[in-house]
């Protein structure tokens, strides 16, 4: 008879107790110390047992035939996505491997390799998927990387030029504390929703926000809630809705600091002493720049949000403290830049940045963490060596890179030029996830002649490999977790044993490595055993560095979470700067926040101009579809992760991830609650699971992400049977200044489906054949 046990264990969405049986995970149960747990943990058991496991190591039919037959892979393949698999043993895959790597090495050399790998691999500071494919590349000559992510790529590159590196706004964000103590009113655009504050990069070990934002409604704060979805905001906020059209938040923005300019109730004296460049922000408000004046009746025309909604509003804004927040998904979007710009410019005009409660955030409600909590110090990690190839890609380009070798690209005033890229190597990422126009990315992702994939489970993105290597779950190693924004360590004890042949992705490299002939270059002498401790014994050293103390690996991985101190619990952001904005200058030109970008302007860039601008989205320009489709994150997951699992598969609709559709737009298609229905554009179409609710916008669809990618090819455009938003979204760029991906600004159309759909796939294994 098997034991059953009970350990803690950690996941980017927080701890949890792991009943185990012998070597199998049976459920995750909630941690007691968490005030909030998530249900996400529901998904770890059903999916690490589920039938989509990568149980052996295997390649492609099409690319097998291709090698034997002597060609260099398999370029310009057509059945990438569609093939069958042949099986191998460890054995023959490692001889392949290193085969192929030398050959790829020798013929095109390292800037061929790309190994941007982008996405959110697991918890864990040893076991972190992209940070061992770079250490072993690294040691290996080097491969083209990727630069920014999907999250705030817009952020990322505009914030260093008008106020200072986003990092620093996320890490010094104003505590929640300091909000209910000192805030009249919050303004929040695109909302605060809790379902994604269930995670954190690296983990959390307690969820506080829903305490925190209750504590700001009992102290009496307001809530307004600016977005298309009403469950932005947390119930207990009782926040007022004034949904906007997708897109538009800018112009509301606008509208608002139009009316404080007009009514004069802007602070001159703030403008004067801190900021750069409103003279020229004056000019495009009231029209003098361009002939349109940018008032409360612009503002409405373009956002469908009432004209004397935005004019009280702006009184109410200007008549005490107030915190504007912007939601980091209002960038993924076209010109995404824009309404980050204009958020600090209206937070500029009311003149409260660097008081407690005043001025603006970008990113409450991005992540748990975020006014909730801080890191005390660095934990350890695992070290990457040096990339000898310096060759990058803006990481939303994936698609643009692979079909278009040799073309060029702007990105934050410089110029780059795509390098021809004949190997994809990717671990801890789900690109036919995360990237937007899936039938395009199906087609780029043809061009190599080679593509490797570690993956836990049979993604889509492990289908369009050529090699599939299958690897541990973080259940399955020895870890532990430390949130990038976190204050406490969780043990992440090997739970379970990896099935089949699925082996821990340090020993595979090592053993690749091993036949490469360099493996120290690697291991530096390390097992996986003695790695886990060295990073934990490097995590002791910085504790003692900062005062504090760690216990012994063998106490800590079979105790429980160990928490330190909240460094800085009272934090206000920017009032270093307020205080004496000579001898705390920000990391601007200026040395001051602006709002008018002599730099930015002198890029010449139409999509981005020198100050805060309203562009129309490109679909609703184009006219391309009547609703507006968001495809934000999913409450049941993260991103595509487990998809498979107990809770995100049983809140499927008719097995496909639900669409909320409003009452006014779902009766006239004839689409009642539980229906089956097709969205398409000319990009591409999916089936969806209809949720009717008057929770959203008229006007406006929400389908979730994350539904794993299930083409059925051969129907028309290839459609998805699951409901994966990213066939329908463009990947076409913010703006040529950041080139982050604009996912959220897309439009379609939306029909019952009628007769029988077709089964989805997505959760069984591909289909293999034998050698
Ligand atoms: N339409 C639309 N698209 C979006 C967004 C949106 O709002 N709308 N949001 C974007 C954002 S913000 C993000 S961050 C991205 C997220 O995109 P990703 O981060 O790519 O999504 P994940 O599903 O987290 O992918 C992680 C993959 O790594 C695998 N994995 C986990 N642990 C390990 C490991 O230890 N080793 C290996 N080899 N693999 C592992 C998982 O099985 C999973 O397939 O999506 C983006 N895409
Ligand atoms: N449960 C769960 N939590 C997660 C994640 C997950 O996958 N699952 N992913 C994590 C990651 S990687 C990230 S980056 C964050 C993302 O966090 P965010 O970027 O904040 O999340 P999104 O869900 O993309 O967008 C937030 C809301 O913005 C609204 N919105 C969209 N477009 C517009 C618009 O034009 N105007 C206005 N006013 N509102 C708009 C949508 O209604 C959406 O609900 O979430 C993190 N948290
Ligand atoms: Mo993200």
């Given at each position: 008879m098997s034991t059953r046990k009970t350990q803690v264990t950690a996941s980017h969405w927080g701890p949890g107790l792991a009943v185990t049986e012998g070597a199998r995970l049976v459920r995750v149960d909630p941690h007691p110390d968490d005030p909030a747990p998530s249900p996400i943990n529901g998904n770890i058991a059903s999916s690490l047992n589920?039938?989509?496991?990568?149980l052996r190591p295997a390649v492609r039919a099409g690319w097998l035939e291709a090698v034997m037959a002597g060609?260099?892979?398999?370029?310009?393949?057509?059945r990438r996505g569609r093939d069958a698999f042949v099986e191998l043993a460890w054995d023959e895959m490692f001889d392949l491997l290193a085969r192929e790597l030398t050959r790829m090495r020798a013929t095109h050399g390292n800037e061929a390799i790309f190994a941007g790998t982008y996405g959110w691999s697991s918890a864990g500071r040893v076991h972190h998927a992209q940070s061992q494919l770079k250490r072993f590349l690294n040691t290996q000559g080097g491969f083209v990387r990727s630069r920014g992510n999907y999250s705030y790529n817009a952020a990322l590159v505009l914030m260093p030029h008008i106020v200072g590196s986003y990092r620093d706004h996320v890490v010094q964000a104003t505590r929640w504390p300091v909000i209910a103590q000192h805030s009249k009113l919050v303004v929040m655009f695109g909302g605060m929703a809790m379902r994604n504050t269930q995670v954190s990069d690296g983990g959390v070990a307690r969820h506080r926000m829903a305490d925190n934002l209750r504590a700001c409604a009992e102290a009496g704060v307001r809530f307004v809630n600016v977005s298309p979805l009403r469950d932005d905001a947390a119930e207990s906020l009782g926040a007022e809705w004034l949904p906007p059209k997708p897109g538009t938040d800018t112009a509301v923005m606008m509208g608002l600091a139009h009316t404080l300019l007009a009514e004069g109730l802007h602070d001159a004296a703030f403008l004067a002493r801190y900021t750069t460049g409103f003279d020229r922000v004056a000019a495009y408000l009231t029209g003098r720049a361009d002939g349109v004046v940018k008032d409360a009746d612009w503002a409405s025309a373009i956002s469908g949000v009432p004209a004397d909604r935005i004019r009280t509003l702006a009184r109410e804004m200007a008549a005490g403290r107030t915190m504007i927040s912007c939601a980091a998904g209002l960038q993924r979007a076209d010109y995404g830049e824009q309404p980050l710009w204009m958020t600090v410019t209206l937070a500029a005009m009311l003149g409260q940045i660097g008081l407690p409660g005043g001025g603006y955030t970008i990113g409450?409600?991005?992540?748990?963490?975020?006014g909730n909590m801080g890191r005390p110090f660095r934990w350890g990690a695992l070290g990457q060596g040096e990339n000898p190839v310096d060759a990058f890609i803006p990481v939303a380009m994936v698609a643009d890179m692979l079909l278009n070798p040799g073309g060029a690209y702007a990105y934050d005033g410089t110029k780059g030029v795509f390098p021809d890229i004949r190997m994809v190597w990717w671990a801890g990422g789900n690109p036919f996830h995360h990237h937007q126009d899936l039938n395009r990315l199906h087609l780029a992702f043809q061009r190599p002649e080679t593509v490797i994939v570690n993956e836990i489970n049979w993604t889509a993105t492990a289908r369009h490999a050529d090699i599939v290597l299958p690897v541990a779950a973080p259940q399955e190693r020895e870890d532990f977790a430390g949130g990038q924004s976190d204050n406490a360590l969780v043990p992440m004890p090997r739970l379970a044993a990896p099935p089949g042949e699925a082996r821990v992705e340090f020993e595979i490299y090592a053993e690749l490595a091993r036949r490469l002939g360099n493996p120290e270059a690697f291991t530096k002498g390390h097992d996986t055993r003695s790695l886990v401790r060295q990073i934990w014994a490097e995590t002791r050293a910085a504790a003692e560095a900062w005062g504090g103390s760690l216990p012994e690996w063998g106490d800590f991985i079979q105790g429980d979470i160990v928490e330190l101190p909240d460094p800085a619990p009272m934090q206000v952001f920017l009032a270093e700067f307020r205080a004496d904005p000579e001898g705390h200058p920000l990391p601007t030109p200026s040395g001051r926040i602006e709002l008018y970008s002599e730099r930015i302007a002198g890029f010449e860039l139409a999509e981005c101009p020198g100050h805060a601008s309203y562009l129309p989205p490109r679909d609703v320009v184009a006219q391309t579809g009547p609703l507006y489709l968001l495809s934000g994150q999913p409450a049941t997951r993260l991103h595509s992760q487990f998809d498979n699992g107990a809770y995100s598969v049983g809140r499927k609709i008719a097995g496909r991830e639900p669409v909320l559709i409003h009452p006014e737009d779902a009766e006239p298609r004839g689409i009642a609650d539980g229906d089956v229905v097709e969205l398409s554009n000319a990009r591409g179409r999916c089936l969806a699971g209809a949720r009717v609710t008057d929770t959203i916008r008229p006007g406006c669809v929400f389908l979730w992400t994350g539904a794993w990618y299930d083409p059925e090819y051969g129907a028309p455009q290839n459609r998805d049977r699951h409901g994966n938003p990213n066939v329908l979204?463009?990947?076409?760029?913010?703006?040529?200044?950041?080139?982050?991906?604009?996912?959220?600004?897309a439009m379609v159309e939306i029909a019952r489906f009628d007769g029988d759909p077709p089964p989805v796939q997505a959760h069984e294994p591909p289909p293999f054949k034998p050698r």
């Open positions: 589920g039938r989509a496991r990568v060609r260099g892979g398999d370029p310009s393949s057509g409450y409600g991005v992540n748990a963490n975020i979204t463009h990947d076409l760029r913010t703006s040529p200044l950041s080139q982050g991906p604009a996912a959220h600004s």
